[in-house]
Every structure is written in C-alpha cells, then in structure tokens.
C-alpha cells in the first residue's frame, strides 16, 4: 500500500516535470529564441577572432580568416531577417518588440551588415599569406551613405573597393547601430 502511493507520487511528479518541460520547450518561440542567440554568439566570436587578428593579438591564419568572415556571412543578411519571425519578440528574450514596428529599418540593417560581411568573405577568400599594407584601414572608418549617418552628396561606398580592416570595423558598427536599437536587456 505504501509502496503503491509513493509510486503514484513518484509518477505524478514526474508527470509534472514532463509538462514543465514542454510547455518551456513550446513557450514563444523557444527553440527559434535559443538558435538565434547561439548565431549572435557564434558572429561575436567571428568578429572578436578577425579584430583580435588585426590588432595583433592572436595569430593571422588566412583559413581562420575566412572561416571567421563566412561564420559573419552566414548569420547575416536575410538569414538574421529569418531569425526573428513575428511572435517570438519580446521578454524573456534580448529582442525588442519594436522590431515589428521597424520592420524596414531592421531589416535593411540586416541586409547592410550582410554585403559588407559578404564584402569580407570574398576578400578572405583568397587572404594572403599574411596581413597586406593594402588590408589596413587608412583613416577612419567611414561610410558613404550609411544607414544611420547618411552625409548628403556623398556616393555609397562600394564594400568591395575597402579593406578588410575597414569593414570589420563597419560591420562592428552596424552590431552597436542594431542593439542599440532593437536588442533590450533578457529577463
Ligand atoms: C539587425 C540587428 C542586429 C545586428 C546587425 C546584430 N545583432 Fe546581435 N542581437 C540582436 C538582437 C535583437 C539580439 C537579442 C536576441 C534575443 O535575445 O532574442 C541580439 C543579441 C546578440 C548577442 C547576445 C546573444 C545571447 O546569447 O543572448 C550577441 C553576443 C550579439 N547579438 C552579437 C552581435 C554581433 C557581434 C553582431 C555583429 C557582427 C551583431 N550581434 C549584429 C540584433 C542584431
């Protein structure tokens, strides 16, 4: 008898357990909050490797070079538009419900930070041996017609006339320009 309760008791909380866990798994777009958080992760380690590069702090390797620029090639442009579908905006995850009423500037924020990565990926296609003068940035980084400093006059700079170096910096940019706006603190 007193086996039978424990063992119901057992099994009820186990059945407990299996309905948290669900409903967690079907909770808003759980699943789709989970694999654009790892995205963003895996494009932070992509650009750290490629500015730590730069700035001398790690190895130049021309294959972590393009492995590094595809990674940001990969995760941006339409598929970081893929990667915040209605519905899954919004507390408990970092993105911001305004992202539904932007959606054109989020998306062509997307979209610029996708042809310069693209921009980077073809360079690093074919990196040299190691870092080039021709690489470096000259200057500060500056963007004819950016999204958010549009300087009337100015012709939009052509991604692929630029350095590597000058576009991971613009591409750092459009990171900062995109959380600044659209991403909040998690819950
Ligand atoms: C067009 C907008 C946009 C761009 C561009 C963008 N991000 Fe994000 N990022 C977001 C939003 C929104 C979130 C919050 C996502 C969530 O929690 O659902 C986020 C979250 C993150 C996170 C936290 C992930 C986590 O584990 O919670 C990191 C790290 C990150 N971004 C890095 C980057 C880096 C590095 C770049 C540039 C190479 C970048 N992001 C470009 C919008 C953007």
């Given at each position: 008898m007193r086996a039978g309760i424990a063992c119901a008791t057992a099994m009820l909380t186990l059945a407990g357990s299996l309905v948290t866990a669900a409903s967690l798994a079907e909770g808003p777009g759980n699943a789709i909050v989970a694999a654009r958080q790892a995205s963003m992760k895996e494009m932070a380690a992509a650009a750290r490797a490629i500015a730590e590069m730069f700035d001398g702090k790690r190895a130049y390797e021309p294959a972590a070079f393009k492995a590094a620029a595809n990674a940001l090639g990969a995760h941006t442009g339409p598929a970081l538009i893929a990667?915040?579908?209605?519905?899954?905006?919004g507390a408990p995850s970092g993105?911001?419900?305004d992202i539904d009423q932007a959606r054109p500037e989020f998306e062509a924020l997307a979209r610029h930070i996708g042809r310069l990565a693209d921009a980077l990926a073809a360079k690093a296609k074919t990196a040299p041996a190691g870092i080039t003068a021709d690489m470096r940035m000259t200057g500060p980084p500056m963007d004819g017609g950016s999204l958010l400093g549009k300087r009337p006059?100015?012709?939009?700079?052509?991604?692929?006339?630029?350095?590597a170096e000058h576009l991971l910096h613009l591409i750092l940019q459009d990171c900062s320009s995109c959380h600044a706006k659209f991403r909040q603190r998690q819950e």
């Amino acid at each position: 008898m007193r086996a039978g309760i424990a063992c119901a008791t057992a099994m009820l909380t186990l059945a407990g357990s299996l309905v948290t866990a669900a409903s967690l798994a079907e909770g808003p777009g759980n699943a789709i909050v989970a694999a654009r958080q790892a995205s963003m992760k895996e494009m932070a380690a992509a650009a750290r490797a490629i500015a730590e590069m730069f700035d001398g702090k790690r190895a130049y390797e021309p294959a972590a070079f393009k492995a590094a620029a595809n990674a940001l090639g990969a995760h941006t442009g339409p598929a970081l538009i893929a990667e915040f579908p209605e519905g899954t905006l919004g507390a408990p995850s970092g993105a911001r419900l305004d992202i539904d009423q932007a959606r054109p500037e989020f998306e062509a924020l997307a979209r610029h930070i996708g042809r310069l990565a693209d921009a980077l990926a073809a360079k690093a296609k074919t990196a040299p041996a190691g870092i080039t003068a021709d690489m470096r940035m000259t200057g500060p980084p500056m963007d004819g017609g950016s999204l958010l400093g549009k300087r009337p006059g100015v012709a939009q700079a052509d991604p692929a006339s630029m350095p590597a170096e000058h576009l991971l910096h613009l591409i750092l940019q459009d990171c900062s320009s995109c959380h600044a706006k659209f991403r909040q603190r998690q819950e």
